[in-house]
Structure formats: structure tokens, C-alpha cells
Nanobody, 123 residues
Framework: QVQLVESGGGLVQAGGSLRLSCAVSGRTFSGYSMGWFRQAPGKEREFVAALRWSGTTYYADSVKGRFTISRDNAKNTVYLQLNSLKPEDTAVYYC?????????????????WGQGTQVTVSS
């Protein structure tokens, strides 16, 4: 069993920054690929970013150049740096862990999910 706990969300003005963290416990962290998804009110949960265990990163077009995913295997933690935030980035952000060797942009690829952290961007 793998447990994921997100933190770092909050209220920020447009143009500001936040860093989300996701602490992982329960299994060998380095063997998992990690992803971030988000869900705005009334919308489907959507892919934001992923980091394969090998180091390859993937980003949604809407966040490319503004968000950065990274991991610290020594701390069993994955991060999402959010820069140049926009009101449309407002959502609950979820961390997820995947043992899949395939596509990481779909929710189905992920075995474990955190509870989410709220990010609110004011205009």
C-alpha cells in the first residue's frame, strides 16, 4: 500500500507562485512514476504534469513553461512548482503514483492517489 499526502496549496494572486509537495510512504518511492492532476468545480479531473521514474517529464499544454515537476527520492517527495499563476489554475490538485511503463497522462495509469490540496488564484 502507498500513501500520498499533498501540502502547499493556498490562496495566491494572479501572477504569483506556489510549491506543492506530495509525501509518499509505504513502498519504494523511486520505482514509481509520479503525476499531478487537478479538478476545478464542475469539471473533470485533468492531467497537469508527470515525472517518469527514469526522469522524463510530461506537461499539459496549459501549464507548459509555468509549472515544473520534480522529485527528491531521498525525501520520498514529489513537488510541483507553480509559477505565473492564473485564475483558471484554481482547482484541487492531486498527487498520484503509477507503476505503469506506459502513458502517464491518463488517470487510469495511476494506482494511488492523495486527498488533494486546494489552490485558489485570485484576479
Amino acid at each position: 500500500q502507498v500513501q500520498l499526502v499533498e501540502s502547499g496549496g493556498g490562496l495566491v494572486q494572479a501572477g504569483g507562485s506556489l510549491r506543492l509537495s506530495c509525501a509518499v510512504s509505504g513502498r519504494t518511492f523511486s520505482g514509481y512514476s509520479m503525476g499531478w492532476f487537478r479538478q476545478a468545480p464542475g469539471k473533470e479531473r485533468e492531467f497537469v504534469a508527470a515525472l517518469r521514474w527514469s526522469g522524463t517529464t510530461y506537461y499539459a499544454d496549459s501549464v507548459k513553461g509555468r509549472f515544473t515537476i520534480s522529485r527528491d527520492n531521498a525525501k520520498n517527495t514529489v513537488y510541483l512548482q507553480l509559477n505565473s499563476l492564473k485564475p483558471e489554475d484554481t482547482a484541487v490538485y492531486y498527487c498520484a503514483a503509477s507503476s505503469s511503463a506506459g502513458v502517464l497522462v491518463t488517470r487510469l495509469a495511476y494506482n494511488y492517489w492523495g486527498q488533494g490540496t486546494q489552490v485558489t488564484v485570485s484576479s
